[in-house]
């Protein structure tokens, strides 16, 4: 989704005052920034779902 957004807003030239241009290169915005937001989200979740092996307390001296 990344990849997409940043396709569709380096594929327009920075001088295109056309609006269907200016509406696809805010929508390759977008879609770039959602993309990365659904990536950080993600690794969050991964983080913090991680099972974690449990404490042994063994006190033999």
Same mark, same amino acid.
């Given at each position: 989704?990344?990849?997409? #957004? /940043?396709?569709?807003?380096?594929?327009?030239?920075? @001088?295109?005052?056309?609006? &269907?241009?200016?509406?696809?290169?805010?929508?390759?915005?977008?879609? #770039? /920034?959602?993309?990365?937001?659904?990536?950080?989200? @993600?690794?969050?979740?991964? &983080?913090?779902?991680?099972?974690?092996?449990?404490?042994?307390?063994?006190?033999?001296?």
């Amino acid at each position: 989704m990344f990849i997409l #957004g /940043l396709l569709m807003y380096y594929s327009i030239q920075i @001088g295109e005052t056309d609006q &269907l241009f200016r509406s696809i290169k805010n929508t390759g915005t977008f879609i #770039g /920034l959602s993309g990365i937001g659904v990536t950080l989200a @993600g690794i969050l979740l991964y &983080l913090i779902n991680r099972n974690e092996p449990p404490i042994q307390e063994k006190y033999d001296v």
